[in-house]
């Protein structure tokens, strides 16, 4: 394909965004996505979950892989999850079968290439937990070999040392990737960066990357904002300050916008800063755009995601976390 060709797929693909994307802009509510009628019950699992009882929790997911299932890519994810969680009576093999039925039957899903990684790590547990059996079973041989042997004690004995040694060398890098993959779902983030430039936003806890995700912003990207009503992002240190789950746009998270130094440069210009800045999902009733929604800057100075997202977002970032808007 020719670089005319190109250029003229880019723009009918631009143009195609911007037709599905003027009802989200224009209209209320008036379509409906299966993702959010099955809201109640993603809140009934969870709440399952968070107390204890797995098995609840699975019946629920059941049930919506029954009902929607069109979210059953969501669903197989967080099923993996619960089975492979160590609070759990952790059954990997279930887990595995829930990751790459998602990869198998969705490819296209924007779980897919976590259920890899997930695949990766617990395959390594797996593969170090069978190493460990194997080892325990060579230092009991070894310790019934030193009863009988009273003459070579002392080479077994050192033998036996180091072979507990790296039994504990590899107790430790299991616990190390059994917290990793807990802390990579769970979180929390203690750091939210959004980089206006690469329309990227990023959650990490401890200076390690937990997510990222692509993100649409105002419809005036370009500078920090200034006053009310100029669709600008702001650019500068915040905090999430509180949130709103019944929101116009799915779910939110309010940013601490405007800071001091926003207040006083409003001052200066004789205007009023704005506020009720954002991170939010899509609009209701347009969920079923999805990432499509990046390919146009259309909020009103907020940071957009998807409602799976923002879902997500919610779960990892509490009240207090500190957000970084970089131009």
């Given amino acids: 394909m020719g670089k005319t060709q190109r250029r003229m797929v880019k723009r009918l693909n631009f143009l195609f965004v911007c037709i599905i994307m003027a009802p989200m802009l224009l209209c209320g509510c008036s379509l409906f996505h299966e993702g959010h009628r099955a809201k109640s019950t993603f809140t009934e699992a969870n709440v399952f979950f968070s107390q204890g009882d797995y098995e609840a929790s699975l019946t629920k997911y059941q049930q919506i892989i029954e009902k929607y299932p069109t979210v059953a890519d969501r669903v ?17 093999q279930k887990s595995l079968e829930c990751f790459q039925q998602l990869i198998n039957d969705h490819p296209e899903s924007g779980y897919r290439k976590d259920s890899e990684m997930m695949i990766f790590n617990i395959n390594n547990v797996i593969g170090k937990d069978q190493t460990i059996a194997m080892q325990q079973v060579q230092i009991e041989a070894l310790r ?87 669709n600008k992002t702001p650019e500068g240190t915040y905090v999430i300050d509180s949130r709103n789950r019944d929101s116009r746009y799915y779910l939110s998270l309010h940013i601490s916008y405007p800071n001091e130094k926003d207040k006083k440069r409003a001052k200066q210009l004789g205007v009023a800063p704005g506020g009720d800045i954002m991170i939010h999902g899509i609009k209701d009733g347009f969920s079923w755009v999805g990432d499509l929604h990046t390919e146009v800057d259309w909020t009103k100075g907020c940071i957009a995601v998807t409602d799976e997202e923002i879902e997500e977002i919610d779960r990892l970032v509490p009240n207090g976390t500190t957000v970084e808007i970089r131009p």
Avoid: C, H, W
């Avoid at 197989?76 to 990997?92: K, P, T």
């Avoid at 917290?179 to 980089?195: H, R, S, T, W």
């Fill in 76 to 92: 197989l994810f967080e099923m993996g999850i619960i089975y492979s969680y160590a609070g759990n009576a952790q059954d990997y």
């Fill in 144 to 230: 019934q070999e030193v009863q009988s042997k009273g003459g070579e004690l002392i080479t077994l004995q050192r033998k036996l040392e180091a072979l507990e040694q790296e039994l504990k060398s590899k107790e430790n890098e299991i616990n190390f990737l059994k917290k990793e993959v807990f802390v990579l779902q769970n979180g929390p983030a203690n750091k939210i960066l959004i980089e206006k430039k690469d329309r990227r936003l990023t959650l990490s806890a401890k200076g390690k990357v937990l997510k990222t995700y692509q993100i649409a912003l105002g419809g005036n990207p370009i500078g920090p904002k200034e006053r009310q009503g100029d």
